[in-house]
C-alpha cells in the first residue's frame, strides 16, 4: 500500500526552529514529486513547495519562498519541511502530498502535522 | 482572495445530483488540467477527479468531472451522508507558478 506517514503534532514558541518529516512507503520514492500543503485553522488549502527526491531540486510557491526549506533524504524516502524562525501566523495543519508521476495531482495525502506556534 | 472561484456551499438531498463549479483563468484552468479534492471532516484531504475528468481507482463513478474553457465542474449523483465533506478544485496556474487552489465547497447532504 502507498503510504506517507507524517511526524506528530508540535508545539513550538514564535522564533523558534523546527522540522517535520514524511516518510512514503510501498512505491519507488525517487519516481514522484513529494511537496507540501498548508491547511490553516479553518481555512482552505495552499501549496507550499514541493521537491524532486531524485535530485533534490525543490520547486516554491512564491508566498512561501524564502521562508521554508524543503529537503529529501532518499536513502530513507523521506522529506521534510523547516523552519528558521516561527511565527504565529505559521500556526495550521501541513499535509505532505505526492505528485502523481504524469499528472500535477496530488495522488497519495499524508495524515497532516499539526503545528501550533504561540506568541 | 483564492485564484479560482468556487461556491462557499452546496446542498442537496439523498439520492440527488449535485454539480460544484471552479472559476478561473486562461493561465490557469484554460490551459491546465483541473484536479478535485475530497476532504471528509477531520481527515486529510483525496484526490477524486485528475486531470479534470479521469477518477483514480476506488473513487465511485458517482463522482465526475468536466472542464469547459477557464471553468471545470464536479458532479456527484445518488448523493449519501457520507458525502459531506468540503470539496477543493486545484491547477497550475502558469502566470503565478504557483498552485493554485480553490475555496473550498461545503457539501451538505439535507
Known amino acids: 500500500e502507498v503510504e506517507l506517514v507524517q511526524s506528530g503534532a508540535e508545539v513550538k514558541e514564535a522564533g523558534e526552529s523546527l522540522r517535520i518529516s514524511c516518510r512514503g512507503s510501498g512505491y519507488t520514492f525517487t519516481n514522484n514529486w513529494i511537496g507540501w500543503v498548508r491547511q490553516m485553522p479553518g481555512k482552505g488549502l495552499q501549496w507550499v513547495g514541493s521537491?524532486?527526491?531524485?535530485?533534490?531540486?525543490?520547486n516554491f510557491s512564491p508566498s512561501f519562498r524564502g521562508r521554508v526549506i524543503i529537503s529529501v533524504d532518499k536513502s530513507i524516502s523521506s522529506a521534510y519541511l523547516q523552519w528558521s524562525s516561527l511565527k504565529a501566523s505559521d500556526t495550521a495543519i501541513y499535509y505532505c502530498?505526492?505528485?502523481?508521476?504524469?499528472?500535477?495531482?496530488?495522488?497519495?495525502w499524508g495524515q497532516g502535522t499539526v503545528v501550533t506556534v504561540s506568541s | 482572495q483564492s485564484v479560482l472561484t468556487q461556491p462557499p456551499s452546496v446542498s442537496a438531498a439523498p439520492g440527488q445530483k449535485v454539480a460544484i463549479s471552479c472559476s478561473g483563468t486562461s493561465s490557469n484552468i484554460g490551459n491546465n488540467y483541473v484536479s478535485w479534492y475530497q476532504q471528509l471532516p477531520g481527515t486529510a484531504p483525496k484526490v477524486l477527479i485528475y486531470d479534470n475528468d479521469k477518477r483514480p481507482s476506488g473513487v465511485p463513478d458517482r463522482f465526475s468531472g468536466s472542464k469547459s474553457g477557464t471553468s471545470a465542474t464536479l458532479g456527484i449523483t445518488g448523493l449519501q451522508s457520507g458525502d459531506e465533506a468540503d470539496y477543493y478544485c486545484?491547477?497550475?496556474?502558469?502566470?503565478?507558478?504557483?498552485?493554485?487552489f480553490g475555496g473550498g465547497t461545503k457539501l451538505t447532504v439535507l
Open positions: 486545484g491547477t497550475w496556474d502558469t502566470s503565478l507558478s504557483d498552485v493554485a
Open positions: 502530498v505526492r505528485r502523481h508521476a504524469k499528472s500535477e495531482t496530488f495522488d497519495v
Open positions: 521537491i524532486d527526491p531524485s535530485d533534490s531540486y525543490p
